[in-house]
Each structure stands twice: as C-alpha cells, then as structure tokens.
C-alpha cells in the first residue's frame, strides 16, 4: 500500500502541472529597445529571464499566451512587434518560433507616450528552440523607425523604453 502510494505521489508531482496552463508572472520592469540599426531598422531588445519560460525548452506546435501592460517613454513611429526567437548561433543567430504579433493586429494604431496600454495576444510555435537555455527561448520586442540601415547608433529618435507595469506568460500546452 505504501509504495503504490508513494508511486501515486511522485506521478502526481510530475503530471498534474502538465495538465494545466503554466503562467508565469515576470512582474514590473523596464525593457530598453536600444538602436539596431546596424543589423537592419529597427529598435529591439530581448525579454530572456530564465522565468520566461522557466528553464524549459520552446517545442513547435506549443501555445503561449502573454498579457501585459505598459507605458513607452516616446511616441512611436511605428507598430510595436513581438516573436518567440532563438537568436544563438546554433540556430543561424535568428530562428523565428512564432509568427509576429503587433500591436496593428490589435487596432492599436501608433503608440503614444503618456498612454497606458494593455494587450492579450497568443503566440503559436512552429519551429523549436536549439536547447532549453534561457538565451535560446527569448521574446523579442521591437519597432522600426528612420535610420540608416548598417549604421549602429543612426537611429533619428533614439532608443525607447518600455515600462511593464504587468507582464504574464501563460503555456497553454
């Protein structure tokens, strides 16, 4: 009787989480959109805390649905963008895992500085990232704006700042 149990109990520990949505809850923090204009045009930079999605590896056909509110320190000049990505060099340094989601799907129009903006979108995964290390299994964030493409630092507005004041990352397989 023990040992069924104590077999019971260790099933349980590693299946029922499986049998449920995963969120995690990265809180408030600021995410700095530096200029990348000398790799193309636009600003971005990478959510890639090991709570993203808590040291397991993103599988294609997964399902991610991510809430958040946020504030920009500059009007945009144009939509915001985000996309799982795998940016190591075993996956080429730019491995899409997701389609991209922007703020235009969502109607948003561009946004503005001195708004507070809250967006509910899911992200469905069609490639693997090349291992589970928190640098593999990133969300990338980024908007475009004029610049000289191939020119580090030509960015015309100059890099922009996102303030979450709530950011939650839920797996829904």
């Not at 193309?40 to 056909?61: C, D, E, K, P, W």
């Not at 389609?99 to 946004?111: E, F, I, K, R």
């Amino acid at each position: 009787m023990k040992k069924v149990l104590l077999v019971v109990l260790i099933l349980s520990f590693f299946m029922v989480p499986a049998l449920f949505a995963q969120t995690r809850d990265l809180g408030a923090f600021n995410l700095v959109l530096n200029d990348g204009f000398e790799h193309g045009n636009s600003y971005g930079n990478q959510i890639s805390a090991r709570n993203l999605m808590n040291g397991r590896q993103i599988a294609a056909g997964q399902s991610y649905t991510i809430k958040a509110t946020f504030t920009v320190s500059r009007n945009l000049e144009d939509e915001l963008m985000f996309v799982l990505l795998d940016p190591s060099e075993a996956a080429g340094w730019w491995r899409e895992l997701s389609p991209y989601w922007t703020t235009n799907d969502a109607n948003m129009g561009l946004l503005r500085t001195g708004q507070t903006y809250t967006v509910e979108f899911t992200l469905v995964t069609t490639a693997a990232a090349t291992s589970a290390a928190a640098n593999r299994n990133v969300l990338n964030v980024f908007t475009e704006g004029a610049g000289t493409r191939g020119r580090a630092g030509s960015g015309v507005q100059g890099p922009v700042t996102i303030r979450f004041s709530a950011f939650t990352i839920t797996q829904n397989n």
